[in-house]
C-alpha cells in the first residue's frame, strides 16, 4: 500500500547559511547539521546545546535523574538481608516484560538460594497480576516475589502478599489509575520521579535502580543494557537524552558481544553486527522475541535471553514469528473485505488475541485512525487499543473505567477487558468516541537533498543523532519527482519497486510500480545502513510520495 502526502502537507528544509555555520562550529558533515536544525531551536542558536544532544553523557544524566522515593526504599529493603530465599519474578509477555524478567532474575541470583519466573499467557490469563496465580506462587515456598512491567494499581493484592511475610518489590512504568499509590516498594517514577525518569519502559525501570543504588556491580551491570535497549525501543518510548544513551550503549554492546542468543539470532536473521540499528530491532529482532507471548507462551524468549539452549530457542522464535505473521495477514484481509472495515472497534469470536495488538497497530498506521479490536476469551472479551498521534489511549479507557473489568497501557497503546454480558455497551460507547476523535494531517518535515549526495560517511554521521523515535524522529529527506526517474518491480512476485533517482536506488517496499503512477511531485525517503557481502553501504527507503493538493493516486 503507498502512503502518499499531500505537498500542503510538507515542510521543506533547505541547506544553507546557517547550515553551514553550525557544520563548522561542530566540525560534522552540513548534512549533520541540517538534522540538528530541524530540531527545537536551542540546537540550531547554540553550538553547545547541539554538541550535548550529538553525545549525550550517560553518567551525568544517570545521576541527575530522581526516581522517586520508593527508589530508594526499595533499596533500603536490598541491603537490609543477606538473602531473599526463593525469589519469583512476575512478568509479562512482551519485549519489556521479558527484559525485565530477564534483568530481575540476573540481579536478584546475587541474593537468593533460588530464582524462577512466571508469566502469564496472553490467551488465558491475560496481562498483570491474578490472585489465584498468586496464591500457588506463595504455596510453592516463594519467599519474594519481583514484579515486573505490572503491579502498579494491584496494591490490595501487594498488601495481601506483605501480611504473608513475603517480600514484594514492584518496577514498573504503566499509568496510575488509582487515586494514590501507597505500597512503599513499587518503583515507579510516575508515582513521584521526575519527568527524565517518566519516560522509562519497565527494564530501564529496574537498570536505572539497580544502577543508582549501586544494588549489583556496575561492570555486570552494563553488560545489561541490550536488554534495556531493546524494551525502550518496543515500548517505543521517548527519544530524550537519557533513552538515547541507554539505546547507544546497548546497540554497542550487540555489536561487539551480544549475548549468545541474539548472536545466533542475528545470524539467522542475516542481520550484521555492525549494521544493527533501532531499525533492525524494531523491523526484525523484536517481533521475534514477542511472537511466543502473542502465538503461545512468553517462556521461550526468556529461556533464550537466559541463553538456555539458544539455538533452539532461535528457531523457536523464528518459527512463532512466522505463525504470527500468517495469523495477523489474514485478519487484515479479512477485515478488508467485511463491511467493519470502515468502523472504530471490530470484533471477531475466532480471532487468537494474542496477535490482535500488532494487527491493531498496522490497521491504525496505514488507515491513520483510532481502532479497537477484540475476542473472547473465557468468559471475557479481552480488546486492544490503538491510537494515533493527537489522542490518548488510556484517557480513553478511563473515561470508561467503571464498565470494564480490567484496563491499562499507555499514551498510544492500550488493552483492556470486559465482561462478556456488558460487551455490548462498551463497544458502542468506545465507537461514538472514536468517531469524534480529531485527527490532523501530520506535517511531514523533510530536507530537501538528492540521495545520490548522501554518501555513507555523511549518514554515519547522521546516525550519531539517533537511536530515532519517538520525540527524536528519523530525519526525511526530499527529492522532487523528474521525468527520467526509473520505476521498476523489485523482487520475483511484483509487490515491490525500486526508484531510480539521479543514479541511486531508493526501495518502495508493498508497492508495486503501478501503484507509483500519476501526478507524483517528489519522494519523501529515509536512509538506512545496510551490510552486503561483508561490507557497508547506505540504502535508501521510500516513506512517502508527494502529490499535489487534491491529487490521488
Not at 2 to 9: F, V
Not at 174 to 183: E, V, Y
Request: glycine share 6%; charged share 25%; aromatic share 8%.
Amino acid at each position: 500500500m503507498l502512503p502518499t502526502c499531500r505537498d500542503t502537507n510538507l515542510e521543506l528544509y533547505e541547506i544553507g547559511e546557517l547550515t553551514r555555520e553550525l557544520a563548522q562550529k561542530l566540525s560534522c558533515p552540513e548534512l549533520t547539521a541540517a538534522v540538528l536544525g530541524m530540531g527545537p531551536a536551542s540546537r540550531r542558536a547554540d553550538a553547545e546545546a547541539a554538541r550535548a544532544w550529538m553525545k549525550p553523557h550517560f553518567e551525568t544524566l544517570m545521576d541527575e535523574m530522581d526516581m522517586g522515593s520508593a527508589a530508594r526504599a526499595a533499596a533500603e529493603k536490598w541491603r537490609s538481608k543477606p538473602s531473599f530465599g526463593n525469589v519469583v519474578v512476575y512478568g509479562d509477555y512482551d519485549v519489556d516484560g521479558v527484559s525485565s524478567t530477564v534483568l530481575a532474575m540476573e540481579i536478584f541470583r546475587h541474593k537468593a538460594f533460588g530464582v524462577r519466573y512466571f508469566i502469564p499467557r496472553r490467551d488465558a490469563q491475560g496481562y498483570g497480576l491474578h490472585a489465584q496465580i498468586l496464591e500457588r506462587l506463595t504455596e510453592s515456598g516463594c519467599n519474594t516475589l519481583v514484579i515486573v512491567d505490572c503491579g502498579t494499581n494491584d496494591e490490595d493484592m501487594l498488601n495481601e502478599l506483605t501480611k504473608r511475610k513475603i517480600d514484594v518489590f514492584v518496577f514498573d512504568h504503566h499509568s496510575i489509575s488509582l487515586p494514590s499509590i501507597s505500597f512503599p516498594f513499587t518503583v515507579n517514577p510516575n508515582i513521584d520521579g521526575d519527568e527524565t525518569a517518566k519516560k522509562l519502559c519497565a527494564t530501564s525501570v529496574l537498570w536505572s535502580w539497580a544502577w543508582k543504588e549501586e544494588i549489583i556491580s556496575r561492570p555486570e551491570l552494563l553488560y545489561a543494557l541490550d536488554l534495556a535497549a531493546m524494551a525502550t525501543v518496543s515500548d517505543c518510548m521517548p527519544m530524550d537524552a537519557l533513552n538515547r544513551a541507554m539505546v547507544q550503549k546497548g546497540l554497542a554492546l550487540m555489536r561487539g558481544k551480544p549475548r549468545r542468543a541474539l548472536s545466533v539470532l542475528f545470524d539467522k536473521l542475516d542481520i550484521s553486527r555492525r549494521a544493527i540499528s533501532e531499525e533492525q530491532l524494531s523491523m526484525r529482532v523484536i517481533p521475534c522475541l514477542n511472537a511466543p507471548g502473542r502465538v503461545g507462551c512468553a517462556d521461550t524468549a526468556v529461556r533464550a535471553l537466559l541463553d538456555s539452549d539458544a539455538s533452539l530457542c532461535v528457531d523457536d522464535l523464528i518459527n512463532a514469528n512466522k505463525k504470527r505473521r500468517v495469523i495477523s495477514d489474514k485478519i487484515v484481509d479479512a477485515i478488508s473485505r467485511t463491511d467493519c472495515a470502515d468502523s472504530h472497534v471490530m470484533f471477531d469470536k475466532t480471532w487468537p488475541v494474542g496477535v490482535l495488538s500488532g494487527v491493531a497497530s498496522r490497521i491504525c498506521s496505514e488507515r491513520h485512525r483510532a481502532v479497537v479490536l477484540a475476542a473472547p476469551v473465557g468468559g471475557k472479551i479481552r480488546g486492544t487499543l490503538r491510537v494515533p498521534r493527537g489522542a490518548n489511549a488510556v484517557g480513553i479507557l478511563s473515561s470508561i473505567s467503571e464498565r470494564l473489568d480490567a484496563w491499562g497501557g499507555h499514551r498510544y497503546a492500550a488493552g483492556f477487558s470486559v465482561l462478556s454480558e456488558r460487551w455490548f455497551e462498551v463497544k458502542e460507547s468506545l465507537e461514538d468516541i472514536l468517531s469524534k476523535i480529531q485527527i490532523e494531517e501530520e506535517t511531514i518535515r523533510a530536507i530537501a537533498i538528492s540521495p545520490a549526495k548522501i554518501t555513507l560517511e555523511t549518514w554515519e554521521s547522521v546516525s550519531e543523532l539517533g537511536p530515532f523515535g519517538n520525540d527524536n524522529p528519523c530525519p526525511c529527506f526530499y527529492k522532487e519527482y523528474d521525468s527520467g526517474d526509473k520505476i521498476l518491480p523489485l523482487g520475483k512476485d511484483g509487490k515491490h519497486s525500486t526508484i531510480t533517482v539521479d543514479s541511486a536506488r531508493i526501495l518502495a517496499f508493498n508497492t508495486a510500480p503501478d501503484e507509483l503512477r500519476g501526478e507524483i511531485k517528489g519522494w519523501v525517503y529515509h536512509p538506512r545502513l545496510d551490510s552486503y557481502r561483508g561490507s557497508e553501504r547506505v540504502q535508501f527507503v521510500l516513506d512517502y510520495a508527494v502529490t499535489k493538493q487534491g491529487d490521488a493516486l
